[in-house]
C-alpha cells in the first residue's frame, strides 16, 4: 500500500516497559566465527510490572491508499533500535482493530543495517500462521517510515504476567503456558527457523490459556542445514544459551531447546531470579566454563523438582544431540497436564 499522508506529533516520558526485547537483533549467517558474544545480563526492558507504564502522548496517523489509517497511541516499549506502540488499524466498512507497532528509529548511524535486520524480521513473521506466535498483520515501508504491524497481546510480556499473577498462577497453569511454548517452537522447528532468543521477556500473555512467542529480530532461518553460525559480535541474551552456542555460536533448534529450559526456569520461580542471578558472570566465556563444570545449577525449589527432572534437565543435555526434542517436549508435557492440571482439549 502507498502512504498517502502521516503526521507526527509524539512526546514521551519514562516508563516500565512490558515490551519484548526487540533491540537485541544479529546480522548472524553461516560461517565460522572466532568473535566473542557480548554478555547482556540483564533485561534492557525491565518487566517489572505490566502495570507500571506512563503513556505516550501521540496523535501519529498513517494513512494508506487502501483506505487504512494506522493510529499511534501509547508506548509499550523502547529499545536500542525502536520502540513499540499500541495502535488502532481502522478499515473503511470494518471494526476498528487494536494493534502492535513496531518502529525503527530513523537517526541511528547504522541505519541501513538495522533496516535489513527489520526487514528479514519482517521476511520470517511474513511466513508463520500459528495460535502461539505473535500474528503479523502487515509491513508498512514508505519513504523513511517502516512500521511492522502485529498482533496486539493484551496482558504483556509472560516475565511481567509472572510477577503480578504469581499468587494466582498454579501448577496446571504454568504447565499449559509450557505447553503452548513447546508447541509454538515445534512450529519453528517445522519451518526450519531458529528462534534465538527464547525467554519470558519474549513470550506474550493472551490468556491463562494462550501465550504466544514473539520478537523475531534474532530469528534465522537455517540454510541447507539445521545450525547456523554468527560471524558478528553484537550484545546477547547470554544467560539463555547453550554451551556450544557460549563456546562457537553455534545456533541450532537444540539450542532453542536449552533455552526453553532457562524458560522453564524463570516461570517455575515466577520470574524473580534472573537466571544464575546468584553466579557473578560477566562473559560468554565464563558462563561456559561454569557450565561445564555443573550443568545442574539452574535447579528449581522441591515442589517443582518434577518439573526439572522431567522437563529441564533433558534440555540441559550438555550434548546437544542427547537433547530431548519440542515434540517429545510436548508429549511430556501433555502427560503431565493430564495427571497434574486441566486435561487439553
Request: net charge negative; with cysteine; proline share 4%.
Amino acid at each position: 500500500s502507498t502512504l498517502v499522508r502521516s503526521r507526527t506529533d509524539c512526546t514521551s516520558s519514562s516508563y516500565v516497559s512490558n515490551g519484548s526485547d526487540s533491540e537485541l537483533r544479529s546480522n548472524a549467517s553461516s560461517g565460522s566465527s572466532s568473535l566473542p558474544l557480548l554478555s547482556n545480563p540483564i533485561n534492557r526492558f525491565s518487566g517489572d510490572s505490566y502495570y507500571e507504564k506512563t503513556f505516550v502522548n501521540c496523535s501519529d496517523y498513517i494513512e494508506l491508499n487502501s483506505g487504512e489509517r494506522i493510529f499511534f497511541h501509547n508506548m509499550l516499549g523502547e529499545g536500542n533500535y525502536g520502540r513499540v506502540y499500541r495502535g488502532t488499524l481502522e478499515r473503511d466498512n470494518h471494526p476498528a482493530r487494536e494493534v502492535a507497532l513496531k518502529t525503527i528509529y530513523d537517526d541511528r548511524p547504522d541505519l541501513g543495517r538495522v533496516k535489513d535486520d527489520f526487514r528479514r524480521e519482517v521476511d520470517i513473521m511474513k511466513s508463520l500462521r500459528h495460535n502461539n506466535i505473535v500474528e503479523f498483520i502487515r509491513f508498512i515501508e514508505e519513504h523513511d517510515k517502516l512500521v511492522v504491524v502485529m498482533e496486539y497481546v493484551p496482558m504483556g510480556s509472560l516475565l511481567s504476567y509472572l510477577g503480578y499473577k504469581r499468587y494466582d498462577l498454579k501448577e496446571p497453569d504454568l504447565l499449559w503456558m509450557a505447553r503452548d511454548i513447546a508447541n509454538g517452537m515445534h512450529y519453528l522447528f517445522e519451518k526450519k527457523i531458529v528462534h534465538r532468543d527464547l525467554a519470558a521477556r519474549n513470550i506474550l500473555v493472551e490468556s491463562k490459556k494462550c501465550v504466544k512467542i514473539s520478537d523475531f529480530g534474532l530469528a534465522q532461518v537455517t540454510e541447507g542445514g539445521n545450525y547456523y553460525v554468527a560471524r558478528h559480535s553484537r550484545e546477547l541474551p547470554i544467560r539463555w544459551y547453550a554451551p556450544e552456542t557460549l563456546e562457537t555460536q553455534k545456533y541450532s533448534f537444540q539450542s532453542d531447546v536449552w533455552s526453553f529450559g532457562v524458560t522453564l526456569y524463570e516461570m517455575f520461580t515466577y520470574g524473580t531470579t534472573t537466571p544464575y542471578a546468584h553466579v557473578d558472570v560477566k562473559s560468554a566465556a565464563q558462563l561456559y566454563q561454569l557450565l561445564q563444570r555443573d550443568t545442574k545449577i539452574l535447579q528449581l525449589p522441591d515442589p517443582f523438582s518434577y518439573v526439572y527432572d522431567k522437563l529441564m534437565a533433558p534440555c540441559f543435555k550438555r550434548n546437544p544431540h542427547e537433547r530431548i526434542t519440542f515434540s517429545e517436549l510436548l508429549e511430556e508435557l501433555n502427560d503431565m497436564i493430564n495427571q497434574y492440571g486441566e486435561p487439553i482439549y
